[in-house]
C-alpha cells in the first residue's frame, strides 16, 4: 500500500485529522489487512478488530507513474456505519467482555500463511504465564492449524469437492475442532482451544479462526460438583435410613440399598413404583400418598411421623418420612425422600406405656391399672356382682432370705403366670406390690360365689413353684370384699374404698394365721378406716415435727455411757403418748418407713451435737434403719446431709440395720457402706442370729459392732442353748474384729455372764430405762452408772456334754444311753463346766444327739429389757417391698421398734415370760429315725417347704462346733487377751481405733 485515503484511515479505526494517521497501514502489503473473500472480506483493525467490508480491485493503466499499480478500494458493507468513537467504544466494551471472559481469537490466512492474534489473547497468554511464539514447536495455535490443513489436504487428495460441503456433519467435523492445553506447574492452567475453517460462498477455505478460553475455574468447579456428587451418591448408599427419589408423577426412579433392603424389593424391580403402591392402604390414599406440593428446599420440607410401608412379603414397616422438593438437572421438580424405620422405637413407647399400667416383674397389670378396672366396674350397672380378693403370701421374706432375691422373683412370676392362666373366666389378676396380688372378678356369681372363688385362688398359690429343680411351697392370706361390705360403714364409693377393705380382710386373715382366709366384718372395716385416718395423721406429724425421740443408754464394763439409741414416740394429741407397736405398722402399710427414718435420723443427729461429754468421752447416738437403707441411691447424701445441718462429727454417729435387711449385698450397698465408715459413721448388725443371712456376707460389711438379740440374753444365765448362742455369737464377733453390745440386760446374773463371754458393752433396763432428752442430758452430767457387783457364775447346767452329734454319735446314739454329766465347777473367774473323764470321740459315742428346744422371743411388752426401736423391723421385707402384717395376739412382727405398747412394762416390774411351745422342733437330717430329710410338718420355715439343707441356718453351724468343744474353748477373762473385763470401749469423736487392745485384731 502506498496510498490510503481517509476513508480509510477511517474504516481501519484510525482519525485521518492527525499527521500520523498512516503510521502501520502505508508501506504494509495488503494481504495483512484483509483477510477472507473480497466479495464479504474482513479488514483487520490495529486492535484486532474486524471490519466488514467488498473488495474491489483494479488495474491502473500502464503508463507513467502508475504502470504496474494496482487499486483496491474497499466497500464497507455495514448497514450504518457508525462514527469512529462509537465504534471505539464498542470494541473496548468487547475487549473487556473478553478479558472478563478470559476469551482470546486468532485468525489464519490459508492464502498467505499470516497468523494474527487478538490484543485479548495477547492478555491472556501473558497472564497464565505462556509465550505463544517460544514453544518448542512453534506458536502454540499451530497444532490446531496443522490439523485443520492435514485434513484439508486429506480430503482434497480423495478427490472430495469441498464444494457444497457444508451441507452435512463430514464437513462440519472436518472444519472444526477442540483441545484442551494444560499448563505445566507451577500455573496448571487449562486452555480451551477451538477452531473452524471459514469458507466462501463456493466452499473454498478462505482462512482459520479461533479462540482460546481459560477454563481453569470451569474445570475446578466441575470436579467439586463431581465430588460433591459422589460424596452425596456414596452417603446415601451407605445411610442406614432409606432414601427414594421420586418424579413429578409420584413414581419411583432411584433408592439406595438401605431402602430395598427394608421393603425387601431389588431396585431395578423397585423403580417405577408409585407412592400409593407403597402405601399399606392404597384405597385410602391419594395418587400421590405422602407425596405433598410444596416450595423447593429442605426449609420447606416436611416431616410424616408414622407411616405404614408396604414390604414385598405382604407385611407392613412403620416408618417415619422425611419429605422435601427439589429441582433436578432438566428443571423439573421431584420429591426426595427419607424412610426411616420406626418399629423398635415403636415396640419401646408400646413397653412404656405397658410400664405405666403393668408390673414390670409378672407383666401383670399393676396398681394403677387395676384401680382404674375396679373404677369403671364399681361405676356399670352391675356393681354388686363385684368382688376383689386381696392376696398377701406368707412369710415370704424367708425365701428371698435363702434362696436369693432373684429366686423370689421367679417365684413371683410363676405364680402370676399361674393365676393368669388358670382363673375362672372373668377373673384377672394383678400386682399391688411386693408379694401382693390382687384379683377382680367381673361376676361372683358365675364361679360360684365368693367362697368359692377364695378357695380356687387359696388352692391356686398354695400349689408348689420348682425354682432351679427345687420345689418351693408357699401359701397366701386373702381378704374378700365386695361393694355389699361398704353397706352402713360409709359405702363404697371408689375403688381406692374396695381395694382398703380387701387389704384389711387380708391383714385380719393373716393374723389368725397362714393361708387363712378373711371377710370383711364391722371390725376390719372399722381398722381399715383407722388405717387410713392413722396413716394421714402419721405423715402429718412427721411433716408437722410433733414426733418425740427418747433414749436409752449404751453402757461399757465400767459404767461409761457409751452411746444411746434413739427411740421414737408420738405424742398424739387425742390418744396420748404412742409407742411404736402403735404406729410403726401403720407407717409400713401406708409407705412412711423412708420418710420416719429421715426424720430419726435428722433429729437424733441435731440433739446428739449438743450432748456432754460422759466419764470424758464423747457420747454416740445410735440410730435404727428400715426405710432408708444403703442400696438406695440417696442414701449417702441423706446421711451426709443430715450431719452437716446438725454439725454431728461422723464417728459419733452408728447407723444399725438389722441382719435380714442385709441378706443381699450388691457392690453398691457395700459401696455406700464403706463411703460412711470412711467418713467416721460406724454401722451396727442388730439382732444378730435371728436371721437367715450367710456368714461370708457379715464378714464382708463394714459394720463395726454386732449387737446380741436380747432373744439369746434372756435365759444366757439358765439355758444351755443360748450361752451357746451367746458365746457362739461373742466369740465371732471377736474373731472379726467387731465390737459387741448385748440388748435386752435386765438382770445381775446376765450381766455377769455376758461380761465373762467377753461383752464390749451392755444396754438394758438393768441401766436405764428409755429417756427423754432433758433426763438423758441430765445422766451424762452426772457420774458413771453404778455396776452390779459380782462374779460370772458356772455356766448353764449340761452344755459341756450336749453336742450336737458326730456320724459316730449318731449310729451309737440309737443303742447306748445317754451318758451323765458332771456338775459344772468353776475354776476361776470365768464361767466353766466339766468335762467327761473320757476321750472326745468316746463321749461323742456315748452322747445323745439333741435337738434344739424352743425358745419364745422376749418381747419388750413381757420383760422390758430394751425399749421399742426408732427406725427397724426385724421381719424384712420381700422383693418389691411389700407389706408385712401386724403383730399377733398383740406381739410385736420384729424387732423391739415393732413390739406392742410398753407402757405396762415401764409402770411395774418386768415379768419372766412363760415359753410358749414355739416352732416345731427341727430334727438334725439323718439322726436316728430319720431318712436324711425333714417333714413338712416340721419345716423351720413356716410358710413354704423345701427340700433338705436349703436353708441352712448359718449361726447352728457355728453352734455345732462350739457346742462340740470344752468349756476350756472359752475365753479366760483373768488371762492376757482375755475380753472379761473390757475397761474400754467403742470410742466416739476421738478418732481413735475402738478395735485394737489385747486379744482384738487392729483394723
Known sequence: MLRVNAALLRMAGRDPRQSAAGEGIVGRPLAQLLVGPDADARLVRPDGALARVRVVRWALPDVGPLAGLRAVMLVDTTDVLPPVTARDDTERQLAELRKLAKVGNWSYDLRTGALHRGSALVELYREVGIAPDAQPSGPIELEQVALLCATLREKTARGKSPRGAGEGSETQRVDSHHIEHRTAPPSERVLSCRASVERKPDGTPVRLVGTVQDVTELRQAEQRMGRATQRYLDLVSIAPV??????????????????????????????????????VDPTGSGELAFLRTVRPGAAHGYRVPQYAIRRADGTSVWCELSVTVSIGDDGRPFWLVVFTDISERRRAADVLRIAGTHDELTRLPNRSSVTARIGRLLAGPDRHKLAVLCCDLDDFKRVNTALGHAAGDQVLIMLGARLQREL??????????????VVVCDDVSAVGGVPRLAETVANLVRGPVEVDGQPVRVSAAIGVATPADGDGLGGVSSAEDLLRFADAAMYDAKGRGAGQLGFVTADTATSANHQLRMEDELGAAIADDQLVLHYQPVVGADGAVRSAEALIRWPHPERGMLFPGDFIPIAERGGLMRELDEWVLRTATKEAAGWPVHAR??????????GLLPGEPDFVPTVRAALADSGLAGDRLVLELVETSLVSLPKRTLAAMSELAGRGVRFAVDDFGTGYSSLSRIKELPAQIVKVDRTFVSGISTDPADFAVARAVVQMAAAMGRYCVAEGVETAEQFHALRGLGVDAYQGWLFAKALEPAAFRAMLVGPPLPIPPGEPGPAPDGLATQALPTESSRTESSRTEPSSTETPRPETSRPETSRPETSRPEASRTE????????????????????????????????????????????????????ANPSAA??????RPVPDPGPPTVVVPGGPGQAGSASPSQSPLGGFDAAP???????????????????????????PGGRGEPSGGLDFGTGSDPFAGPGRPAI
Open 242 to 279: 432409606g432414601v427414594a427419589v421420586f418424579n413429578r408423577t409420584g413414581q419411583l426412579v432411584d433408592a439406595n440399598g438401605a431402602l430395598c433392603t427394608l421393603l425387601g424389593i431389588p431396585g431395578e424391580k423397585l423403580r417405577g413404583v408409585s407412592a400409593r403402591g407403597l402405601s
Open 424 to 437: 375362672p373366666i372373668g377373673c384377672s389378676p394383678a400386682r399391688l406390690s411386693g408379694d401382693e396380688f
Open 617 to 626: 468421752r464423747p457420747v454416740g447416738v445410735a440410730v435404727n434403719l428400715a
Open 848 to 899: 445323745t444327739s439333741r435337738t434344739e428346744t424352743s425358745r419364745t422371743q422376749a418381747l419388750a411388752t413381757e420383760d422390758g429389757a430394751t425399749e421399742p426401736r426408732a427406725g427397724r423391723t426385724r421381719s424384712g421385707r420381700a422383693r418389691g417391698g411389700q407389706r408385712r402384717a401386724p403383730a399377733r395376739d398383740g406381739a410385736a412382727t420384729g424387732g423391739s421398734r415393732h413390739a
Open 906 to 911: 415401764e409402770t411395774q416390774a418386768p415379768e
Open 949 to 975: 439343707d436349703a436353708f441352712a441356718t448359718p449361726i447352728a453351724d457355728l453352734l455345732a462346733g462350739l457346742l462340740s468343744r470344752t468349756d476350756t474353748d472359752q475365753a479366760d477373762p483373768s488371762q
